[in-house]
């Protein structure tokens, strides 16, 4: 599975962003996806995951409620909207495939996702 990100850029804090990540290969939809993030100076760390049919979805407290995870499993691509962007929300973000199709404590962890896209950067300006 290759996976590509896009949508990332520059906004004001408040503003929104949509993130996409497009995969490739037939057995997108039977995988868990999830979004990381990894700002400057810190380790990547969790965003939202989302099992393999859009059924189940899981959040890190620190965006639940401003970001919203989904899947278009016919276009093979799954999406992060980013709602109501702080400062803090500035890193590179990262999509990611596990063959374990169900979330699980494996989808919230790096070490967990056997497929990664090269990143896209958001910037959030105060």
């Known amino acids: 599975v290759q996976l590509q990100a896009s949508g990332g850029g520059l906004v004001q804090a408040g503003g929104s962003l949509r993130l996409s990540c497009a995969a490739s290969?037939?057995?997108?939809?039977?995988?868990?996806m999830a979004w990381f993030r990894q700002a400057p100076g810190k380790e990547r760390e969790f965003v939202a995951t989302?099992?393999?049919?859009?059924?189940?979805?899981y959040y890190a407290n620190s965006v639940k409620g401003r970001f919203t995870i989904s899947r278009d499993n016919a276009n093979n691509t799954v999406y992060l909207q980013m709602n109501s962007l702080k400062p803090e929300d500035t890193a590179v973000y990262y999509c990611?495939?596990?063959?374990?199709?169900?979330?699980?404590?494996?989808?919230?962890?790096?070490?967990?996702?056997?497929?990664w896209g090269k990143g896209t950067q958001v910037t959030v300006s105060s």
């Open positions: 989302i099992n393999w049919s859009g059924g189940s979805k």
């Open positions: 290969g037939r057995t997108f939809s039977s995988y868990a």
């Open positions: 990611a495939a596990s063959t374990v199709p169900d979330i699980a404590v494996v989808t919230t962890t790096p070490e967990g996702m056997d497929y």
